[in-house]
């Protein structure tokens, strides 16, 4: 066939052809990592359309502030919160629950970081969960708060607590807040509970818990409620297995807060729970144990880690627990719950959490390394290092302590056995055990690293490293308290402890000068405060008794001083208060209702019209004074039967420079 005469013909063929697929390109990603995909695009479209239909609406998750200017509440309210319904259920609103609370929890009574606007670092899209849907009220947690709540407590939480970027991935958790609550990788409820209590004390929670005590329980306030929550549904899913890792977390949380609280049982129990759980998961051993004996059971009741960072994360949680325990231990005589002898485990790594990126395991010591408290590698040691490494040292002077006695009776051979338990010449500190412990404590200082010797680094408080500091001295207060005779120039465990309570006197001046907020430091350094205050009224009641006026005025100063910085956290810590009343209760008893007037003249009537209670802090110190008063009646005999008069016994007991290393009187 050819074209009409007339038809333009081209040159060439003209060619044309569809357009090609492109090709889909072949992922290796697991089904799980897609689906997750898809739903955050899903969830992404559902929140612009929520975004466009809500204009002029109030967005909850922007008006979670703190409030500033008066404390007089804006409206009356219920502080016996009780959240039972869904976000948006019944009467209660999600504006309701958040004003409700708001009350108590963005408000301080004094100034310092509570009073300044809290700015958060994390910025997340409008939450799905504060949707009106049927299903979306459904899903949401019973009991837990809205959503745009639980992201301001969480990040109040990461901001002001002391092990929250150690305990948790902040990035991690807060992309995980995304998810809709039946998500696999929504946190746990139990988590949240606990971080909502921890969070709200974290701020300003107990601004008003005079106020809210008088009222009725402690059970009765938002913090009290959450952690009660978190507590029912950890003991829940710890006895089904569920989410195990989360559930140790939160139980950490509320062993933290119950501390903060001042629940002494609460926290005794919690803690040791928590480790018999990490026990339960392997998280006290180290890859490198293996046992001697074949055993049909792992070691472990979950999987083992899939990253190196998830393993970090497992083994941070293990040791904030048992530094914890440790800590809270030094207060009382209570048996630990976890021996270290059944710890195997390697150190924390330093800073990996919070970068997400985990360094060479070359150099990292072990729990059993050699020389542990004095060797410090500088590619493994931070302050967190140094942390748990001082709660090793407490933890050996509380064994030390604790069963000693029980070793004196079952005839150990590194005790001197010739003389009663009860008796002066029975003196541990010949024992070699107890040199070596009190040389570590005091080695332990030295050993530090040059930038690691002060908690104040370019006007920048590090707490973990006020804690490291403080630790040293409670431990060989602990050691050398029951055999000081203070009083006498020639006891070196006079000298000891008379020195350490001044060290941390001067410790806390050097805190206080930087106008740093005492509550962040975390809990042990209440007890360091109590028991140097406590130490030092001892040494106020032999100046008395020889009528030392300088000595009385430096002494009187210093306990004051000391007083006024727990009174003063007291207003926000009920931890704090309740020392309060105890060294008001114990420089009373000890030195005199006119030099308790002189300490604390303000509040000498009305907290001597409070009963302290239970407090194994003052049984601890009580049990030490009869200890004492035990060795000098002894002392007292054998003076008037067997030995001469000392002229030791009448010296002067300020030493101006090291004594001797007599040891006994």
Partial sequence: MHAPPDAGVPDGPVCTFDDVAEPIPNTDDEPERRYATLENRILELENMLRTQSREGEVDVSRTSTFVQGSSTPTRTTNHNLDFMGTPDS????????????????????????????????????????????????????????????????????????????????????????????????????????AICAVGNSCN?????????????????????????????????????????????????????????????????????????????????????????????RPTSLIPAPTTALEEEMRRNTFWIAYALERLYGTSNGWAMSLDDQDIFQLLPMSEQLQTGAVRDANDRQLSQSRDLLLLHPSSHTDSFVLFIKSAILLSRVKVFNSRMRARFFAQD???????????????????????????????????????????????????????????????????????????????????????????????THMIVSTNHDCTRLGWFPVFAWFTSARVLSRFLKAAQEEKYAEQIAVLTNEISFIFSIIKDMGERVPLSRRYAKMLEEHVTKTCGFESAMKICPLDTPQLGQERIGFAPELQEGDTADALLSLRLANLSAMKGNTRPSSANLVSSFWPSAMPGTEHIL
């Fill in 90 to 193: 019944g009467e209660n609103g999600p504006n309701d629950y958040l004003t409700a609370s708001s009350d108590f929890m963005w408000k301080s009574p004094s100034g310092g970081i509570n009073d300044a606007p809290f700015t958060s670092s994390y910025h997340h899209s409008p939450s799905p969960s504060l949707d009106n849907s049927p299903a979306m009220q459904t899903s949401w947690p019973q009991h837990l708060p809205p959503l745009g709540m639980v992201k301001h407590l969480t990040e109040v939480f990461f901001a002001y607590n002391l092990f929250a970027h150690r305990l948790l991935h902040a990035p991690s958790f807060f992309t995980s807040l995304t998810y809709p609550p039946n998500h696999p990788q929504f946190p746990a409820p139990a988590l949240l509970h």
């Fill in 204 to 296: 300003a929670a107990a601004s008003n818990w005079e106020s809210r005590q008088a009222v009725g329980s402690s059970q009765n306030n938002f913090c009290g409620q959450q952690a009660l929550y978190a507590k029912r549904l950890v003991d829940d899913n710890i006895g089904t297995g569920r989410d195990l890792m989360q559930q140790l977390q939160a139980n950490i949380l509320l062993t933290w807060f119950y501390w903060w609280q001042a629940s002494w049982v609460e926290v005794y129990t919690r803690v040791a729970i928590t480790l018999r759980t990490a026990v339960a998961l392997g998280f006290n051993l180290a890859p490198q144990f293996t046992s001697v004996s074949p055993s049909t």
């Fill in 413 to 507: 051979p590194s005790l001197p056995q010739s003389h009663p338990i009860s008796d002066i010449r029975f003196d541990p500190r010949e024992t070699s055990e107890f040199g070596a412990l009190s040389s570590d404590a005091s080695a332990f200082l030295d050993s530090l690293p040059s930038h690691l010797k002060s908690p104040v680094v370019n006007g920048t408080v590090d707490p973990f490293m006020f804690n490291v500091l403080l630790a040293p001295s409670i431990a060989l207060i602990l050691l050398h308290e029951p055999y000081a005779m203070v009083g006498k120039d020639s006891c070196i465990s006079a000298y000891h402890i008379l020195t350490c309570a001044r060290g941390i006197a001067s410790l």
